[in-house]
């Protein structure tokens, strides 16, 4: 179960009012490339600044957690307006538990949300919390990213037929 996801959403827009109601969540932890904007992109995805507005509207909690370096995580969080922890460490949960105890969270009311199983999901199950999985908004060309898929994969099947999308 480590590796697998609680839930598997096409992208973090498919997380609405409903959704947040029908599985009593009340924060979030949110990874930033390829789940909030593409991997080295200083601007968001499309809808995401929305999607975050209405978050915030719900009263929903969120924070991002990343392994990537304050000055790639820094510019994009404050542009979202989100607090953020850069350096997350993940699949180990310094950063993710930080995170709960940051926004005075539950963990039983807490989503981890990412894109990539070895880190967010891992992350996010050994702290105890549901897992989002979601897909890329952009698939990644490096070879790296291309291994990466290839050997969550090999634990965790993404059957598209079963795919939630909203």
Do not use: C
């Not at 179960?1 to 932890?29: C, G």
């Amino acid at each position: 179960m480590l590796f697998k996801p609680t839930f598997w959403l096409k992208n973090v827009l498919a997380i609405d009012e409903d959704f947040l109601y029908e599985h009593n969540v009340s924060a979030m932890v949110l990874d930033m490339d390829n789940t909030l904007s593409m991997h080295g992109n200083p601007a968001a995805e499309d809808g995401i600044m929305d999607w975050l507005e209405k978050m915030r509207g719900l009263g929903v909690k969120m924070r991002v957690v990343s392994n990537n370096t304050n000055k790639r995580v820094a510019p994009l969080a404050a542009m979202l307006g989100l607090p953020f922890t850069a350096n997350g460490a993940k699949p180990l949960t310094f950063g993710v538990n930080r995170a709960v105890r940051e926004m005075g969270a539950k963990k039983s009311e807490t989503l981890v949300i990412g894109d990539q199983i070895f880190t967010d999901v891992m992350a996010g199950n050994l702290a105890g919390i549901r897992t989002v999985l979601v897909e890329p908004f952009h698939l990644e060309k490096t070879w790296t990213f291309r291994l990466k898929r290839r050997l969550e994969s090999l634990v965790f099947h993404r059957d598209y037929s079963n795919l939630e999308i909203k």
